[in-house]
């Protein structure tokens, strides 16, 4: 069974937002809302000041504690790879899983449930990439299976530095930054 | 140095969360009134004293029943997608809170008007005859209403238990992610109810009881709220940060004045003068110790919204 994941390099993002207003197209996602943003994080002393651009999202976590906070189940793991996924017409829109989402990826839709990323699971599921992955012009995201050792993302995984967001939260999140 | 940007400014989510506003304090506030109630009630049931006219086990279900209906329309209030309310019951998700509590609700009410059907008021026998009959037929089986007193303090103690686990469980919000805050909410709950139970009560030996028992709570809800900064505190980072929300942070003055001074040690000292006859029993240390309650629950809901994992 595959176990969808991705793998951003932050030495190839420019953070032109290609992937933003992919996502918001793609998805109609309505306005004053995004699914996928990005995160500048400057660090170091002057003068080795380093910056550390990111595309950020849902982190699709194999341990998501908006799926185990959810009271009806709307938010759940989808059987394809693993993808978290919200059922709208399950959604009471408590927003538990908001509460509990350590990287805020969530929102009210303004029809009343809960939104947020969701790997273009129509897309995947007709075998194409992400909408954000598929139109970025530095070709910075890697979009796959992590289960299986050919695949692109597992190769740069296995030879390349990176790092998850806030490891700490355990959550397992499933999008990693290749530094 | 060290600096995070962002492009996202999600409404209701950026730049710190603000999902949760007035209906959820107030549920939570509500929920544990009730829960006190509950076990108010299911002691005296237990004790046997709804032989006793004035009992306040006699009226205060029906303040239960009051209060319930306007804590879960509160929380109605607050759901976005309203229509699939229904959602709730067609399932039981065993890791959700939130779950758990809309099960325990729905136990609740029954519970409740069971109780009721105890000493059921006379208008209510002369509409229904058929309560007359149900109410002589338990009224008979003595241990039965034993059973419900002691269903009155389990189911109570959950109630007031899941209001605080619901937000204890969210652990990406280090305020509340202490596991004492159960605690702390049932306490707190338990003595807002004898609270107002005392100040409605009619008979002395119920007021005299209580004043001492809400005494006894609110001493060790200064204890609980101790201890909870203390587990804050001596935590990782983002706790301590979190403690300092309610410590000297945009939350302290409410916390100390209010929740603290006002609802909690002011009162406390009124009633201990109040059990030791040195001065009347009055409505104000009641009151207090409710307002503080229901502020309690919104510093805490708040300055919880406002913590979070750097
Ligand atoms: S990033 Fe947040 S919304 Fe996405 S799976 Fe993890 S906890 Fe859930
Ligand atoms: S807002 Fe919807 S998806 Fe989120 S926890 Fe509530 S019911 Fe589940």
Aim: charged letters at 15%; aromatic letters at 12%.
């Amino acid at each position: 069974m595959a176990r969808y994941g991705m793998a951003i390099d932050t030495k190839l993002c420019v953070g032109c937002m290609d992937c933003v207003v992919a996502c918001k197209t793609e998805n109609n996602v309505p306005e004053g809302y995004n699914r996928d943003w990005i995160t500048e994080e400057a660090f170091g002393k002057f003068p080795n000041i380093n910056l550390e651009i990111r595309s950020e999202r849902c982190n699709h976590c194999e341990n998501a504690p908006c799926v185990s906070s959810c009271p009806t189940g709307a938010s759940h793991y989808h059987d394809i790879g693993g993808v978290v996924l919200v059922e709208y017409n399950e959604c009471i829109g408590c927003k538990a899983c908001i509460a509990s989402c350590p990287y805020d990826a969530r929102f009210i839709h303004p029809d009343g449930y809960a939104d947020k990323c969701t790997f273009c699971i129509h897309r995947v599921e007709e075998g194409k990439d992400p909408a954000c992955v598929s139109v970025c012009p530095t070709n910075c995201m890697i979009f796959g299976d992590l289960d299986d050792p050919n695949s692109e993302i597992s190769k740069q995984l296995n030879s390349r530095k990176h790092h998850s967001l806030k490891p700490v939260a355990g959550t397992n999140p499933k999008i990693f930054y290749l530094t | 140095m060290h600096e995070i940007t962002t492009t996202r400014n999600n409404h209701l989510i950026d730049p710190s969360l603000e999902i949760w506003g007035w209906e959820i304090p107030v549920y939570l506030f509500l929920g544990g009134m009730v829960a006190g109630m509950m076990i108010i009630t299911g002691y005296f049931l237990f004790k046997q004293r709804q032989t006793e006219e004035t009992c306040s086990c006699r009226y205060v279900p029906w303040v239960s029943l009051v209060l319930l209906s306007l804590g879960m329309f509160a929380l109605f209030l607050d759901l976005e997608h309203k229509l699939f309310t229904w959602r709730l019951y067609t399932t039981f998700q065993v890791t959700s809170p939130m779950s758990w509590g809309a099960w325990i609700l729905i136990i609740v009410y029954p519970a409740i008007l069971v109780t009721i059907l105890i000493t059921p008021p006379k208008w209510l026998v002369e509409k229904f005859p058929v309560v007359k009959k149900y109410s002589e037929w338990l009224n008979e089986r003595k241990i039965w209403i034993k059973n419900i007193g002691v269903a009155n303090m389990i189911l109570g103690a959950m109630l007031g238990m899941y209001t605080g686990i619901l937000l204890s469980s969210l652990g990406a919000r280090p305020l509340w992610n202490t596991s004492i805050l159960w605690l702390l909410f049932l306490v707190s709950g338990l003595s807002g109810a004898a609270a107002f139970v005392h100040m409605v009560a009619k008979n002395v030996y119920e007021r005299e009881l209580l004043a001492k028992a809400d005494n006894g709570f609110l001493t060790f809800e200064l204890f609980v709220i101790a201890l909870m900064i203390i587990g804050l505190l001596t935590s990782t980072q983002v706790h301590q940060e979190a403690a300092m929300l309610i410590l000297t942070g945009p939350y302290a003055a409410t916390f100390w004045v209010f929740v603290v001074g006002i609802g909690i040690i002011i009162p406390l000292i009124i009633q201990l003068m109040a059990v030791n006859h040195k001065v009347n029993h009055t409505p104000w240390a009641p009151i207090m110790v409710i307002v503080g309650g229901l502020i309690l629950r919104f510093v805490i809901v708040e300055a919880g919204q406002v913590s979070s994992w750097f």
